[in-house]
Each structure stands twice: as C-alpha cells, then as structure tokens.
C-alpha cells in the first residue's frame, strides 16, 4: 500500500490533502506497554501495517512519512512526557500548515471498556492532561479529531494514576491488540473514504463491541 517517497512529489498543497496521525505516551522503556502508552502502540501498528518507518526526529517526536494510497500521511510520537505533548504536536501541525481538521490524535479512554474504539472529529479533554496539552498549544481550539482507545476503569480505589501507568494483563492485553488492527483498518478506512463515512462505519461497529465486552472481566 505504501508508495515509497522517492518516487512521490510530497507537496501539503497537493490533492487529497495530507494526514497527521500522532500517537500520546511517554518514551522511554519504563513506560512501554502500559496503558497510557496505547497511543504509541497505535501509531506503531499503523506504521507497520503501511511500511512507513519511524526512524527520523521532528518537533521532539519520532516521526515518518509516506503514503496510503494516493495519501501523504505524517505520523509522530511526541517524546515530550504525556502532560506536554501539545510542545510537539501544536509545532508540527504549524509546520506542515494542516488545518486542525486534518491531525488526528490517538489517546487511551478511562471512559470506554477495554479494547473498546471511538473515532470522534472533534471533544473536550475529559481531564486527559495529554489533550490539555494539545488543546491549549492548539490556542484552545477542540475542534481536531480523536481515536480514542478505551483502557477501562481502574478496579475499586484504585489510584488512576497508578492505574494508567499499569502494564495489562493477559486478558486485557489480548483485547488491546485485537483494538490495535481494528484501529489500524478504521485509519485506512478514513483515508480512502474520509472522517465522516469511516467514523459511522466504525462506531456503528464498536457500539455493538462495547454492548458486548463491558461486562466482561479484565
């Protein structure tokens, strides 16, 4: 699917308009596989999925791009620590001069089940310091679209924090990747057929999943 770039013309100001897909976590190895790093672990799938390599640093994330398609795509990994990824994200979408309707941002969901998807084109924060973060770099604009991957509700009195910076377990991380190729068809889906269609197909879908698994042990 992926077209390498030597032989594209990769112009912002070409038609369809280019993507930016940028992903919410903490670097570093303490913070892999954890709950808050769902974000990461979607645009690693994604890249993966479409050959683009994440191999190069821009605006303090790691970054590549390519094309889907006939599609330039951006992804990034902002290295700035979850609470500041708007340093990366508000600096790389001025660098390419996407309008906000264009930079899709992936983030874990205590508000959605385990495994559970929701593509949004526009939302608050929810008291999800990454977003704060973009939103204000975003000079308070809210109106960017978001994956958001459901994580689940930590158990009794459960610090959330504590919480989010969890590894899963075995049943909650088979659920995780299954929601990672989900995730990663809905983004083909959005870049073949637009944020509108992909979003009603793919939220029609996981509605009937989140009916399913909330019950469901973790």
């Known amino acids: 699917m992926l077209i ?23 670097p570093g190895d303490k913070y892999k596989g954890t709950r808050h790093n769902v974000g990461f672990e979607m645009i690693d799938a994604f890249a993966e999925s479409v050959g683009i390599p994440m191999n190069t640093a821009h605006s303090k994330a790691v970054f590549g791009k390519g094309f889907v398609g006939e599609v ?27 309008p906000l309707n264009h930079v899709l941002v992936f983030h874990d969901d205590l508000n959605l089940p385990c495994g559970v998807l929701r593509l949004n084109d526009k939302g608050g924060h929810g008291s999800h310091k990454g977003l704060k973060s973009v939103i204000y770099h975003f000079r308070g604009n809210r109106e960017f679209p978001r994956l958001r991957i459901g994580i689940g509700q930590p158990p009794g009195q459960m610090d959330p924090k504590a919480f989010l910076l969890q590894k899963f377990n075995v049943t909650a991380r088979h659920r995780i990747d299954e929601a990672l190729q989900e995730g990663v068809d809905a983004l083909k889906l959005l870049l073949s057929k637009g944020l509108v269609e ?21």
Request: aromatic letters at 12%.
């Open 4 to 26: 390498r770039l030597s032989n594209r013309c990769f112009s912002t100001s070409a038609s369809p308009h280019p993507w930016l897909f940028i992903g919410l976590g903490n």
């Open 72 to 98: 330039p795509v951006f992804l990034a990994k902002p290295q700035t620590y979850m609470n500041l990824s708007g340093e990366s994200t508000g600096p790389l979408a001025a660098y390419y001069k996407l």
């Open 198 to 218: 992909s979003a009603r197909r793919f939220n029609q879908e996981q509605k009937y999943k989140h009916l399913r698994v909330q019950t469901l042990p973790v």
